[in-house]
């Protein structure tokens, strides 16, 4: 069984920073996060469709939402398995629960959301 933590969210002013951090453990190869693609999703209201934000395939290329292109950046940690979302010039459009997840979700061993971890970006 694969176990999602996300962490780092919080409460930022606008065109403040956050960095999101995704631990993957469980039954998981070493390098875990290397072999796979990622990604991180947010769900800005409960009841809504999650959507992708940005991802990153086994290769190492990244794509993003356009909301989100020049100011997310993706990467990740295989010794670590951790996958991680730096988020700069945040908006308040950015507000949202969080979620890392396999791109596409509950793919190679992840049958579970994890708890997710909230950003708020208010005045």
């Known amino acids: 069984q694969v176990h999602l933590v996300e962490s780092g969210g919080g409460l930022v002013q606008p065109g403040g920073s956050l960095r999101l951090s995704c631990v993957v453990s469980?039954?998981?190869?070493?390098?875990?996060?290397?072999?796979?693609?990622m990604g991180w999703y947010r769900q800005q209201a409960p009841g809504k469709q999650r959507e992708l934000v940005a991802?990153?395939?086994?290769?190492?290329?990244?794509n993003y939402v356009d909301s989100a292109k020049g100011r997310f950046t993706i990467s990740r940690d295989g010794a670590a398995n951790t996958v991680y979302l730096q988020m700069n010039n945040l908006k308040p459009e950015d507000t949202a629960l969080y979620y890392c997840?396999?791109?596409?979700?509950?793919?190679?061993?992840?049958?579970?959301w994890g708890q997710g971890t909230q950003v708020t970006v208010a005045s």
């Open positions: 997840n396999s791109a596409p979700p509950l793919n190679w061993g992840i049958r579970y």
């Open positions: 469980g039954s998981i190869s070493f390098n875990y996060v290397l072999n796979y693609h």
């Open positions: 991802s990153i395939t086994s290769n190492g290329n990244r």
